[in-house]
């Protein structure tokens, strides 16, 4: 790791082909960058990944990163999605206070632990500004869990023969124009419970099914289906998670 002017430490793959791996635990106490932009991956392979309370990892990759090392803090901490790659978080059991800012490219994650469960609520566990959350098997998320989105909107991606179920508040803080749009030929499910501020927000189901306990109540979105190369579809069947 290296000090940049601002004090924000950087952990950067050089190579240009291939995936760099560092293994063992790490300790973050300060901001700190991981960069993946020159060709090649990037893979923490690790046990542990601690963060200091209040700290940001930002990611910032066009490459592919994976993290192994199991996510902890003992306060707020934060990973900051940029960049057009995929960051792959692949430990089950991850620490609920973490959340996750996604700006771009994509986060990928294929079960709840990888994300971790708040153990009391947060408006903004996840927030979307132009980034896209990447479900490959079933999730049910509770309703500790919300989700925020800025003026960019952001995406999430549904692999097909999978549901990703929310339960918690999701909210566009009164951004206006804001397209949230579903991909994936997956179920994108907003379980019972879940409650929405998205008076500003388009839900846009591009690809595969958004499915609603009850989509004749508070969902305040316009739901627009269909997309350029395929249609989705909104299907209001009044069940919970299966």
């Not at 050089?14 to 300790?27: F, R, W």
């Amino acid at each position: 790791m290296r000090a940049g002017s601002s004090g924000t430490k950087k952990i950067e793959a050089i190579n240009t082909a291939g995936t760099s791996t560092l293994a063992g635990a790490m300790d973050l106490s300060a901001n700190t960058t991981l960069a993946a932009t020159s060709g090649g991956g990037l893979a923490l392979t690790g046990t542990t990944l601690n963060f200091a309370a209040n700290t940001t990892l930002t990611v910032t990759n066009s490459s592919s990163v994976s993290i192994v090392n199991q996510l902890v803090t003992s306060g707020d901490a934060l990973i900051a999605k940029r960049g057009s790659g995929t960051l792959t978080l692949a430990n089950a059991s991850n620490y609920g206070d973490m959340r996750y800012d996604l700006y771009g490219g994509t986060l990928e994650v294929g079960q709840v632990g990888n994300l971790g469960e708040a153990s009391a609520f947060k408006a903004n566990k996840i927030y979307f500004d132009g980034g896209k959350l990447r479900a490959t098997g079933d999730i049910d998320f509770n309703s500790n869990n919300g989700i925020t989105l800025g003026a960019n909107g952001g995406t999430i991606d549904v692999d097909a023969g999978r549901t990703l179920g929310l339960r918690g508040y999701i909210s566009d803080i009164n951004n206006t124009g804001v397209i949230l749009t579903k991909t994936g030929a997956g179920v994108l499910l907003l379980n019972r419970g879940t409650s929405y501020d998205l008076s500003g927000t388009t839900l846009r189901v591009a690809e595969g099914v958004l499915d609603t306990w009850n989509p004749t109540g508070n969902l305040s979105a316009t739901t627009e289906l269909g997309g350029a190369a395929t249609t989705g579809t909104f299907r209001g069947t009044y069940r919970d998670w299966e």
